[in-house]
Each structure stands twice: as structure tokens, then as C-alpha cells.
């Protein structure tokens, strides 16, 4: 069945069924152990909230419960910087699908240092860096701007998140110290490193992220009605969720759900349908390639059941 969502009242049903479908999906992967603090997840959590533009949410199940943004940050750190740099970011980050896992080095040597995509690893770094060079403090703009779209004052960094990847983080130090050595990267390692984890620990549920997503479906207007992104901007950040948002799997992922997404190794996916609504899903247990299994499936069941998607 398909049921092509006009009125907004209908998304609430949607959730409802979504939500009840993969309460009899068995397999909903496992969370993420690299970084020990997130390890203790309960697999069988999921929240899912989708906001209009005017801010009204919807949401279902654990949609209000804070879980660890990881990646998912990476949007917004290049929303931001993109709006300050504009073209001249792109010399130092490509927008390319690097058909390879979110932490890999392989590319880097070929490629003189400079990373794929903003959404893996060490194009994120990249971001974050140039973000902290323009503002003397990347992690505190970002919050700033989180606090700001989702209107909740009291989002936050987990310490204890950001201190227990900084102590398994060699694999982001070899990242960023690898393209320091080529003078992509400005700032000393260990400052970008803390801005970086820092970052990553953002504390949020569905719900706020769903709103702090707004400004890409509202084509680059912030929630207060100013703008951040240029029209094409908001486009073209889109455009690399769609294509890399969900790393060696974002074929798959546009194939399933048919929209710009962002995914996080704490269980989470952002979701645009430009122009209409966001989307958040969580559900802490990832597939291989550290994709939320539930979120995945969840995203997937709702643009088929609503018809909503950019195809
Ligand atoms: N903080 C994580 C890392 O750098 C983010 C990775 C992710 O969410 N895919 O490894």
C-alpha cells in the first residue's frame, strides 16, 4: 500500500506502523564496541521523530531519549563551514563516494591528503579543522547552532563519550596526523582531535535532531528565518548525503530509502525530503558497515508506505 502523505496528521499512523512492524524484526545488529562508552546499548531502543518546517514533530517510541550523534555532527560542522568558505572548501575535501569504510586510510596516500568526502572520517577532520581555524572554537559553534535549530537549550557534550574515544582514538590520530603531513590540516593534531571527539559526543535525541535538520529541507533557512546556506548550497550538501552520507553503503541506502541521509555509529540516521519534512530514526545495533540495522529498515518502510523520497 501506498500512501502518498499530503496532510501531516497521516505521519503520526506511519510512525505507529513502522514501529510495530520492527517490533517482530528479528536482528537488529550490534553497537557499536570501539568506542567502549557506547558498547552498552540496548539494541532493541528505537525512536523515530519527523518534524515539518514549521517545527511541528511526530514522533514514535524512544524519539525523545538522548543518544550519541556521532558522524551525523558531520553535517552540520560542513553546513557550517561551507557557509563561511564557500567553493574554496572543496580544495581541500573532495565529493566523491569513497566505496570504503568511514575510518580508512587506504585513499589518503593516493590521493595527497586530501579525503574523499566531509562525511568519512578524515574528510570530517578536515572540516572541523578549517571551522576551528575561522572561529577559535569548531565544537562550541556547532553546539551553538544545535541548540539554536532544535530550540533546546540544554543539548550537550558527553564527556565521558568524548574522553573514552580520545583514549581508543589512534586510528583518527593517524588520520589527521597523515594529512598534517601533506598541510591539510592547520591546526596542531591534538587541538583538532579534542574538537573532533568533542563534537561527536553530542547528546540528542530524535526529536532535536529531526528540527536541527530543518535548515536542509528548508532549503539553507535557519529556524529564526535567516539564512545559513545559499539555496544551491543546501542542494549541493544534499546531494553528498545522498551519495555519501551512509559511507560504503550509500548505494544501497538511496536505493532503500531514496533520500539524503546521515548515519552515526551510535544507532542514528538524519533524513531530508527537501522542501516537505526531516526525519531521525535511532536504533543503537549497526550492520557491518556501521549503519543503524532498525534505522535503515525504518527509513526504508517509510518512504515506501508514504511515497516520499527526492525519486
Ligand atoms: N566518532 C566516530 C569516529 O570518529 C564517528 C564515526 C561514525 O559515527 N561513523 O570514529
New binding site residues.
Given amino acids: 500500500m501506498i500512501m502518498t502523505t499530503t496532510s501531516s496528521h497521516a505521519f503520526q499512523p506511519v510512525l505507529e506502523r513502522i514501529a510495530e512492524e520492527l517490533e517482530h524484526t528479528p536482528g537488529r545488529g550490534r553497537p557499536a564496541d570501539y568506542?567502549p562508552a557506547l558498547a552498552a546499548r540496548d539494541p532493541r531502543s528505537f525512536g523515530m521523530a519527523v518534524a515539518e518546517l514549521d517545527g511541528t514533530v511526530y514522533g514514535v517510541g524512544d524519539w525523545r531519549e538522548p543518544f550519541s550523534t556521532?558522524?551525523i555532527t558531520k553535517v552540520f560542522t560542513l553546513a557550517l563551514e561551507l557557509s563561511r568558505e564557500g567553493d574554496t572548501l572543496w580544495e581541500h575535501v573532495g565529493r566523491e563516494p569513497s566505496g570504503n569504510p568511514?575510518?580508512s586510510l587506504v585513499q589518503l596516500e593516493y590521493e595527497n591528503g586530501i579525503p574523499r568526502n566531509p562525511f568519512i572520517?578524515a574528510g570530517a577532520l578536515v572540516v572541523t579543522d578549517r571551522l576551528h581555524t575561522r572561529t577559535d572554537d569548531a565544537a562550541g559553534e556547532f553546539l551553538a547552532f544545535l541548540r539554536a535549530e532544535s530550540g533546546n537549550p540544554r543539548l550537550a557534550f558527553d564527556e565521558e563519550v568524548a574522553a573514552s574515544?580520545s583514549a581508543h582514538g589512534d586510528r583518527?590520530a593517524a588520520l589527521a596526523h597523515f594529512m598534517a603531513s601533506y598541510g591539510n590540516i592547520g591546526n596542531p593534531v591534538p587541538v583538532l582531535l579534542d574538537q573532533y571527539?568533542r563534537q561527536?559526543s553530542l547528546s540528542a535525541s530524535c526529536a532535536d535532531l529531526a528540527l536541527a535538520t530543518s535548515f536542509l529541507a528548508r532549503h539553507g533557512i535557519r529556524a529564526d528565518g535567516t539564512r545559513l546556506l545559499t539555496r544551491s548550497q543546501a542542494k549541493q550538501v544534499n546531494a553528498v548525503m545522498l551519495t555519501c552520507g551512509t559511507y560504503d553503503a550509500a548505494g544501497d541506502f538511496a536505493y532503500r530509502v531514496g533520500l539524503p541521509g546521515k548515519?552515526?555509529?551510535?544507532g542514528g540516521i538524519i533524513a531530508v525530503v527537501p522542501g516537505r519534512c526531516t526525519l531521525c530514526v535511532w536504533g543503537p545495533g549497526l550492520d557491518e558497515r556501521?549503519n543503524s540495522v532498525a534505522g535503515v529498515a525504518a527509513l526504508d518502510r517509510f518512504t515506501t508506505l508514504t511515497g516520499l523520497s527526492v525519486f
Fill in positions: 568506542i556521532q558522524s568511514f575510518n572520517n574515544e583518527n571527539f561527536c548515519s552515526g555509529v551510535g556501521g
